[in-house]
């Protein structure tokens, strides 16, 4: 039970207790006594019914509650009404000792995700807050929008329904976070109204979101190179409003402290924001965790994915990873598709010893709708034929856990989150280039991966810096 609603059960009680004291006023009204004493044992039974709807059946406190209702029912039939009310006030102190020992007091801690494929940015630390007996733990994805050219909201989507089955998901229909003000808040899409391509509701801004808690913990959905996210990323909304933030180590810890501490002197907002030393947790991500974690067989792919990776023999083709950016793509488009199928068709010369296994960013086609016309349609073509292709794997899954995991190797750009991810798993990687030959010795030198990397804790080491602010 939260300490809000244990803390509202003892008002009712107290509510209840002055409700006695005035009975005898009612003496020579009996018509007016009854209607008070019936309100006084609903008053009764819902706080029994929200006790049990919290903590379960079978508890001495609930079976008090039961007999204070027959008190105040005894009271209405006898309607002399002294030696029920002390009996009563007895009885409402033995239910105040029953709670304290009987009902266990929980905070709340909430995580809002939108898109399923960025749930690996929280998924560690829930799996932490999962085991903390002291809290209850909520994941509540909320819808996002497309973004149209005139920077109106345009289609809606809500991803609640794709995340793991070992996820139990709160609607965000049903949850008001105004009403249950959760000890704890943790999000991850910083931009509030400033995304162009996809954006969520205000409501959910983190503006809005600061005063529905005591905590609001801003956790990046993304990882970055050395040298870090843009100037603009470090200082995104969501950033500036959050009590506590976790961002990887080093220079880039630095970077967002820097920044912050300019913004803070440069808008006046010292004092009324949270100063960067008390802020920033240089902890690394747990995006780390979910790859450096996640071990996948053969047999656990899909089996589309199988077939195109099995050889003959039974053994198992090469496995080169490419991931592409929105970035590069919007830079050069055309150099963008040039390069690509240059590349693919190495891969084609390669088909029996190599699959290329191609992760879409999930927000590609929408940027190129808003940005490229002419490059989403020739995009399409081009996925058509790679889902054809039998040395290629198009990636389509709500995680990219599953495809990093199993690749012996990464072919693709410089700035991308996959990249400092993948860093992680100490395998062969080559970045984008025009030259076909150094791209056909890479697949031929590439060896079958092995899970030598080391096993990172970031979520956990997360968790337990906001534990610590939580006790206090």
């Known amino acids: 039970m939260r300490r809000q609603e244990a803390d509202q059960i003892r008002t009712s009680l107290n509510t209840l207790e002055q ?3 005035i009975l005898q006023e009612y003496e020579n009204r009996q018509n007016e006594l009854l209607e008070l004493l019936t309100q006084m044992q609903q008053m009764a039974i819902s706080i029994g019914t929200e006790i049990e709807e919290c903590e379960g059946e079978g508890l001495r406190v609930v079976s008090k509650l039961e007999e204070l209702c027959e008190q105040f029912y005894q009271m209405g039939v006898n309607g002399d009404c002294k030696e029920q009310e002390k009996k009563a006030k007895e009885i409402i102190g033995e239910i105040k000792g029953s709670m304290e020992k009987e009902i266990s007091i929980k905070k709340e801690v909430v995580f809002l995700p939108y898109q399923v494929s960025m749930w690996d940015s929280l998924e560690s630390i829930w799996e932490e807050a999962c085991k903390d007996e002291s809290v209850n733990c909520r994941v509540i994805p909320i819808p996002y929008y497309d973004v149209n050219k005139d920077n109106s909201l345009g289609e809606m989507h809500y991803d609640g329904y794709k995340f793991p089955s070992n996820v139990p ?3 965000y229909e049903k949850y008001d976070l105004a009403v249950h003000h959760p ?7 910083p931009y509030d109204g400033l995304n162009h391509v996809t954006r969520i509701p205000e409501n959910y801004y983190s503006i809005h979101l600061k005063p529905c808690t005591d905590l609001l913990v801003y956790i990046p959905y993304f990882v970055s190179e050395k040298g870090g996210p843009s100037d603009h990323q470090c200082s995104m909304p969501g950033v500036l409003c959050a009590d506590k933030a976790a961002v990887q180590e080093g220079e880039i810890f630095e970077k967002y402290v820097r920044l912050h501490d300019e913004a803070l002197e440069e808008n006046g907002w010292k004092g009324k924001l949270v100063a960067s030393k008390d802020k920033f947790m240089p902890l690394g991500s747990p995006k780390f965790d979910k790859l450096t974690n996640a071990h996948f067989a053969l047999e656990d792919l899909p089996v589309e994915w199988q077939k195109k990776i099995r050889k003959s023999d039974g053994t198992r083709k090469k496995i080169i990873y490419y991931n592409s950016t929105i ?14 199928k240059e590349f693919f068709s190495v891969f084609q010369e390669c088909e029996g010893e190599a699959v290329l296994l191609w992760r879409l960013h999930p ?3 929408k940027t190129f709708r808003r940005l490229r016309e002419n ?12 889902r054809e292709a039998e040395w290629g794997i198009l990636d389509e899954t709500p995680d990219p856990t599953m495809g990093l995991s199993i690749s012996d190797a990464y072919y693709g750009t410089q700035d991308s989150s996959i990249l400092t991810v993948y860093r992680k798993l100490d395998r062969p990687m080559l970045f984008e280039t025009d030259d076909l ?6 697949i031929q030198s590439v060896d079958y991966a092995t899970d030598c990397h080391e096993k990172t804790r970031c979520g ?7 534990q610590k602010v939580m006790e206090g």
């Open 437 to 442: 030959e150094e791209i056909r010795s890479f």
């Open 327 to 340: 970035s590069t793509a919007l830079h050069d488009t055309e150099g963008f598709f040039r390069r690509m």
């Open 19 to 21: 409700a006695i004291d």
């Open 363 to 365: 927000l590609l086609l």
């Open 460 to 466: 956990a080491n997360i968790y337990k810096e906001i």
């Open 375 to 386: 490059a989403e349609e020739e995009l399409l073509e081009l996925l058509l034929v790679f």
């Open 183 to 189: 000890d704890v808040i943790f999000f991850h899409n």
């Open 169 to 171: 998901i709160t609607s």
